[in-house]
């Protein structure tokens, strides 16, 4: 329990926030509170027994194990890969008989290329990485502390079972990187200062931060409060601000480059069941919602998109010290 707030020290507003467990609708409470100075919303108490609200079935494991493709066929599709990241359209013309790569909306916002090294962050058994292993991405790597054991795919992927620092503080592992990404994972992370000292640690001169979060500087918060359904209590231990996830980073040597709001229907629909004390997995949306619905609630999430206002969004930091 803190009275001062985790990220800028400042006290906290004296006002609580009683907040139900409701992804599996145990319903157990938790208190958050705000800072009034950089506008985080954090937990007050980290539950000791934080462990057994990850069941498996919110926190999946389930291992694929995927394959390079053959020599040739590999470096011509590295090459088309390549050709798209760099925006070279005559090299992606003239490879027209290969499919252009499908990416992620959060890979067009970074200048890679397939040979950078990349870290995620919080990766579980590497999902992602595995995919962006298809897309012929070499130098791919995760870490995660709730893994049962470190994984080594056969395609060359590897995932340790480790904290972030645990890696910056292993030399055989340590700097080198060209991206440190995490993608939904720093809001469980309860030492936030210790996970952006590592960061930097492990990120080589020039590297990127890529965080995806969600935001309580937007309208679903605001709209919503206590109901709101990224606050996913008591598992996201925080919920920063655009403003103080910005005073975090530069605490520690990094600069903004660039911010992308990417939120979805899904914080009205969630939002909504928690309203009406219905737990996430109790009910499907096409059972509480219509087709119109859905398609408004799409809509209405594009816009706080464009406003500057929706309840997520993907941060890209450098490296400058």
Not at 61 to 70: E, N, P, Q, V, Y
Not at 148 to 162: A, F, L, M, N, S
Not at 238 to 247: K, R, T, W
Not at 280 to 290: A, G, M, R
């Amino acid at each position: 329990m803190v009275d001062n707030c985790r990220v800028c020290g400042a006290a906290l507003d004296s006002t609580f926030y009683t907040v139900k467990e409701m992804y599996f609708g145990t319903r157990d409470e938790f208190q958050y509170q705000r800072c009034p100075a950089c506008a985080c919303l954090q937990i007050r108490t980290i539950p000791d027994d934080i462990g057994r609200y990850y069941p498996a079935q919110y926190y999946s494991m389930h291992i694929r194990k995927l394959h390079r493709h053959g020599r040739i066929e590999a470096t011509l599709r590295e090459m088309k890969l390549n050709a798209v990241l760099g925006g070279d359209r005559l090299k992606s013309a003239l490879l027209f008989f290969l499919r252009k790569p499908s990416l992620p909306p959060w890979l067009d916002v970074l200048q890679l290329d397939s040979r950078q090294r990349i870290l995620d962050v919080g990766c579980g058994a590497g999902k992602l990485l595995l995919k962006l292993d298809k897309k012929v991405f070499r130098r791919l790597e995760g870490v995660d502390p709730f893994i049962d054991e470190p994984i080594t795919y056969p395609c060359g992927v590897q995932i340790y079972k480790d904290q972030i620092w645990d890696i910056a503080g292993d030399s055989d592992k340590h700097k080198g990187f060209d991206l440190v990404m995490m993608h939904h994972s720093l809001e469980h992370i309860p030492n936030q200062h210790r996970t952006f000292t590592a960061a930097a640690d492990l990120l080589k001169g020039g590297g990127s931060l890529l965080i995806r979060v969600p935001l309580s500087s937007s309208w679903a918060w605001e709209h919503y409060a206590e109901h709101w359904v990224q606050l996913d209590a008591p598992r996201h231990l925080y919920l920063h601000s655009a403003g103080s996830l910005e005073q975090l980073a530069c605490q520690h040597g990094f600069t903004l480059d660039s911010v992308h709001y990417d939120s979805t229907a899904f914080q009205f629909t969630g939002s909504e069941k928690y309203q009406r004390d219905i737990a996430l997995i109790e009910k499907t949306d096409s059972e509480l919602f219509s087709s119109q619905q859905l398609d408004t609630f799409r809509q209405q999430a594009e816009v706080l998109n464009r406003e500057g206002r929706g309840d997520q969004a993907c941060f890209v930091f450098n490296l400058t010290a």
